[in-house]
Each structure stands twice: as structure tokens, then as C-alpha cells.
């Protein structure tokens, strides 16, 4: 399966990226029950190795880890100017660990150069905001990152996690190039008004969540337990009743990822870039072998009656879906 590597153009950036985005959230071990920083680092040349060139990354993945990470796998591979490197600004935490939003032009400020550092480069490629900030108005947030970009310190301007009438706000007071929901197999929320809006007002969309916090690899069964502090503890998806209509749902969907010689990750991998208004999917890892796999996402498609074949066995298995709306950082 060495299909070549997809790539798309999106607004702000001079290159071209791969439809496949290395994310690293679990890499930062904030969430994820830890993480080991060598694997992190390989895993991260490996993907360039494979032609995977874009790196998402944010200051809270780990508290600066993961930026760190990333910031020394680029001292490793050397080549600058072939990775896209996007990062998040606008959340905070205390030494408790406590996470709050906050977009305030200072803090902004603040978070920019401290990526800069923690990432060792002198420009951010995408530049986007976490989480919306109803403390501060979307239109000085916005303003504070088109001077940024003015100023030479980020490239794009993205948002993630924003509403269409937040993005709508956003786009009154500057440039709008990419937006991050969350989008995948099993959280379809985007498909009513983000994907539809971003593709009206030429807005690329970098989709996180790919595999549903690892449901979608099949890896899981009915008596997986998740240790303290991690993230899937607080997902309903993975509790109780529910987590069992999910698992039948895998369970239903892996044939027909079979009957293409591929894993189910790779299925839903390949299904999300196929959905109108998806230019970019992003897949966390924290391992070289998690990145392998992405091999098998290229060269190949759904076709319509797979789809639907999909379709169905979802609407069977989940009576009610729930998305990730658990994942939300307070508010103020």
C-alpha cells in the first residue's frame, strides 16, 4: 500500500499539505495516560519520512510538552520549509491543572512567543484559536491574530472548536482560513452547519478526532477499562449501555474494511476525507506504528453503495449518538 500521499492547497499557505495531519495531542500525555517522549519524536520524523508534512499541535497538549516534542523532532529532520506547523492560542491552565479559556489580546500575546519558543521556529504556519472565548469579543481576538500575521509571526488564521455565527463575527474583523471541528464516523454534528459554511466562504477544514479517541480502531471491547485521568473516562460513548451499541457498530463496519485489506481505522480514515467540505483529517498518535498505518488511507475510495452500506449500519447500531461536546473546557 504505497499509494502517493494526498495533498491539498489551503488559504494563507504557500505549500501544499497532506490530507492526513499528524496530531499530538496524546503525545503531550495530558489526558491520554502518559506518553514517551522518544516514540513521540520518531513518530514525528516518520511521518515526514512518508510524506506526511502537517504537524497540529496546541500549548495544552501536556502543558508546552508536545509543542516541545514537535519543536525537537524539527531540529531533528532539518527541512523547515517542507512542514506545516499549526499550533493553538487562547487556553490557559494553573498549576493544578485546571484549564480555562481565555483570548484577551495580552494573553494572545503572552502564548505566541511562548510557542515560538517551545516550537524553535520564527514563524507559526496556521495560527488557531482553541476554543471561543465568550469573555472576550470574537472581533478582538481576531484582530489581535491579523496583526500577528501582519507582524510576520504566524502565516494563516484559524479557529477551532467555533460556531458559524462565531466564524461569521470572525470573518467581519479578518481573514478566516481554516476552521478544526470535530468530525468522524460517530460525531457527525460539523455535517449540519460548519462543513456547509466552510465550504460557502472557502474556509479548508482541518477536522480533528479521526477515530473517535480510538473506537474507531476496533481495539477496544466491552470490558476495556481506562485508567485514572484519562480522557475516555469522561466520554459517554464509552460507558455502560452505550458503549455496547458503539462496539456492535465496529464490529459491523469491520467487514467491509476487510473486504477492501484494510483496518477499520484506515476505513474511517478514508470515509471522513471522502465527505464534502473535508480537506484535512487529522490522526493522533504517539508511536511510529500509528503513523504506519496511514499508508493504507491513500489510493482507494468508498464507493456509493459502501456508503450507504455505512450508513445503515449506523443508524442500527447507535439509537442515540452522542458527540464531544464532554471534551468543552469551561467557559469562564
Known sequence: MSAEVERIRIPGLDREISRIGLGTWAMGGWMWGGSDEADAVASVERAFEMGINLVDTAPVYGFGRAEE???????????????????????EWNARGEIRRNSRPERIRQEVEESLRRLGVDVIDLYQVHWPDPSTPVESTAETLLRLR???KIRAIGVSNYSVAQMERWRQAAPLHTAQPPYNLFEREAEREILPYCREHGVATLTYGVLARGLLTGKFTAGTTFPEGDLRRQDPKFQGERFRHYLEAVDRLRPLAERHGRSLAQLAARWAL??????????GVRRPAQVEEVAGVWGWSLDAGELAE???????????????????????
Open 69 to 91: 516534542i514537535v519543536g525537537h523532532a524539527l531540529r531533528r529532520i532539518g527541512h523547515r520549509q517542507e512542514l506545516v506547523i499549526a499550533t493553538k492560542v487562547g487556553l
Open 150 to 152: 501582519e507582524e510576520g
Open 274 to 283: 471522502q465527505q464534502p467540505g473535508v480537506q484535512v483529517s487529522l490522526w
Open 310 to 332: 455505512i450508513e445503515r449500519i449506523l443508524a442500527e447500531s447507535i439509537p442515540e449518538p452522542v458527540g464531544p461536546e464532554f471534551m468543552a473546557p469551561p467557559e469562564a
